[in-house]
């Protein structure tokens, strides 16, 4: 399911003062946004080639450069970053023409620290809300089962998963990081005939047993120290719906009896109200832990997991399917590119068979990761080997000489080494010594 990017608040600021960079620094990170300064054109262009930003400050006057040159260029390399120019009070009709020239706003110098943070968060929403837009027209462009899957072992669970999601069953969802838990429980829960209801999402590991408590079940006004509102509770909020507890490994000890409680009598009560209540909620749970080993070791409750695991879901990791990795890069590309406006279309065939060789230990999350890093800094139609910063990881994969490994084994990993670091197969095979024909059969041969 399509994720809106995240808008950290990543700021690019652009003047030839010094000075002026440190202060605007000093302020806007005293917010904790993330910020990078540039001197010149020169230098600013070749970070935004590098880097993404939300956006930038630009200092018109640049020395020898054209402020509304470097902002035409920067339009091009970074069309999502808004950019706000910052301008001297007796050059304001150059802001104008700025703003004609797709700038987001102007600040006129000197201005205060507030009115430089108050126009760094006015931006940032603004981002936010244009990225938000984005992966809802996503959303609503995606054919309805977007985890389809061509590799055997996905499709089991997403077989096991659909026959299930229509029961009320409660399904432990188990993967390693990464691998899609929280994309399938989502798609579990829109499956199920309370797809008309909340699907509601707790992440354990952030909350103390205090805190959850108050998360879960909702508290009244003055139950406790900071307590100044009521609140209902996430299990209200789930009532004919999903509650998906992610992370369920990290579930406060002491408050376990409570959500057992909660899962066999669909009762509970609010913190500092005596009322009990009842919610009609559907528990979905993941985790990367093993449960069985922590119930072992008295850090979970074994009757809380035979209540959660009435079915168990389990995730392969990316490098046991790899029949997935093309569709997926593929869909990931063309979601990139559309939100972030770049020329990237596709993949070369050296890019195509390094996404298949290396072995992704962070999984479907980490393809994602490349990819939007990939469709950011490539400048053209094809997406080359260069792009996807892969090169080192799929060499540090490679089989030592003399492990005990068949000449076959050896041979595949070589193959594959040398097909990811080339940018054709012509370059490929006269590394290798071989002729083009030949490194096809093998790379057919060892489903390179
Ligand atoms: N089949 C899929 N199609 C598209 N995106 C996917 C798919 N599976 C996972 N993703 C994406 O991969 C990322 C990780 O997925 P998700 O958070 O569901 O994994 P997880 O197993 O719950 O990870 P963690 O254990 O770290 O919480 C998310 O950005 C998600 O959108």
Redesign the pocket.
């Known amino acids: 399911?399509?994720?809106t990017p995240e808008i950290s608040g990543r700021i690019l600021l652009v003047d030839d003062e010094t000075a002026i960079l440190r202060t605007f620094r000093y302020c806007l990170e005293d917010r904790g946004y993330n910020v990078v300064t540039a001197s010149s054109a020169a230098q600013a262009e070749a970070i935004l080639q590098r880097q993404v930003f939300d956006l930038c400050f630009l200092d018109l006057r640049l020395g020898e450069d054209n402020g509304l040159d470097v902002l035409q260029q920067m339009r091009l390399t970074a069309p999502w970053m808004r950019v706000v120019i910052v301008t001297a009070h007796s050059a304001i009709d150059t802001a104008v023409d700025a703003m004609q020239a797709g700038a987001a706003d102007y600040l006129v110098k000197p201005c205060s620290p507030e009115q430089l943070r108050m126009a760094a968060a006015k931006q940032l929403e603004m981002r936010q809300m244009a990225a938000r837009l984005e992966a809802l027209e996503g959303e609503m462009q995606k054919p309805s089962d977007?985890?389809?899957?061509h590799s055997p072992a996905m499709m089991n669970v997403l077989e096991t998963a659909r026959q299930v999601a229509d029961t009320d069953a409660n399904i432990l969802?188990l993967?390693?990081?990464?691998?899609?838990?929280?994309?399938?429980?989502?798609a579990i829960h829109t499956w199920s005939r309370r797809a008309r209801k909340a699907f509601v999402t707790i992440n354990c590991p952030s909350l103390s047993a205090e805190l959850m408590e108050s998360e879960l079940f909702g508290h009244n006004r003055g139950a406790f120290t900071g307590a100044s509102e009521s609140t209902l509770g996430r299990v209200n909020q789930a009532d004919g719906g999903t509650l998906f507890l992610?992370?369920i490994g990290d579930f406060p000890l002491p408050l376990q009896p409570k959500l057992l409680r909660f899962i066999q009598d669909k009762e509970y009560e609010r913190i500092g109200d005596p009322v009990t209540r009842r919610a009609d909620v559907r528990i979905l749970a993941?985790?990367?832990l093993n449960l069985d080993e922590m119930v072992r070791e008295g850090r979970f409750r074994e009757d809380l997991l035979y209540r959660l695991n009435v079915i168990t879901l389990t995730?392969p990791p990316m490098r046991e399917r790899p029949e997935?990795i093309g569709a997926?890069a593929e869909?990931?590309l063309a979601q990139f590119v559309r939100s972030y406006g770049r020329p990237a279309r596709g993949f070369s065939e050296a890019a195509s068979a390094a996404l298949r060789v290396y072995r992704w230990p962070g999984?479907?999350?980490e393809?994602?990761n490349v990819i939007e890093r990939a469709s950011i800094i490539c400048p053209q139609p094809m997406i080359e080997i260069s792009h996807l910063g892969l090169g080192e990881q799929v060499a540090s994969n490679a089989p030592r000489i003399g492990e005990q490994l068949s000449l076959e084994q050896l041979e595949k990993a070589h193959i594959a080494g040398v097909l990811s670091n080339s940018d054709t197969l012509d370059q490929a095979a006269k590394t290798l010594g071989i002729d083009a024909s030949t490194l096809y059969r093998k790379r057919k041969q060892y489903g390179l």
């Open positions: 399911m399509q994720q977007s985890l389809g899957s969802i993967g390693e990081s990464g691998t899609g838990k929280g994309e399938l429980a989502r992610d992370e993941a985790t990367n995730l997935d997926l869909r990931f999984n479907v999350r393809l994602r």
